[in-house]
């Protein structure tokens, strides 16, 4: 059974900043890519930001140079450190793995959501 369980979601002021976390517990062989993905109210989820166990990493427009994910070092653990946050990246943010439980069995896997509320 796995778990995500993410952390450090809350209220803040624009300009400020936010670090979130995602932690994978259970049976695990190893996690080729988590994610991050937040849902703004009334829209569609969408893409934030992408990482591989490589380290390789991909951001959404909207984020580029202002957030950085980045993994732990016992990958199991992602961060999305958010810096200069805007009232428009409110939204309740997911953790997404891509991940395996035992060779060549992978699945995607998601946490419970925190919620990002940014005040103008």
């Known amino acids: 059974q796995v778990q995500l369980v993410e952390s450090g979601g809350g209220l803040v002021q624009a300009g400020g900043s936010l670090r979130l976390s995602c932690t994978a517990s259970g049976t695990i062989f190893n996690i080729p890519r988590m994610r991050w993905y937040r849902q703004a109210p009334g829209k569609q989820r969408e893409l934030v930001a992408p990482?591989?166990?490589?380290?390789?990493?991909n951001y959404a427009d909207s984020v580029k140079g202002r957030f950085t994910i980045s993994r732990g070092n016992a990958k199991n653990t992602v961060y999305l450190q958010m810096n200069s946050l805007k009232p428009e990246d409110t939204a309740v943010y997911y953790c997404?793995?891509?991940?395996?439980?035992?060779?060549?069995?992978?699945?995607?896997?998601w946490g419970q959501g925190t919620q990002v509320t940014v005040s103008s």
């Open positions: 990482i591989t166990s490589g380290g390789s990493t």
């Open positions: 997404n793995a891509y991940l395996c439980t035992m060779p060549g069995v992978c699945n995607d896997y």
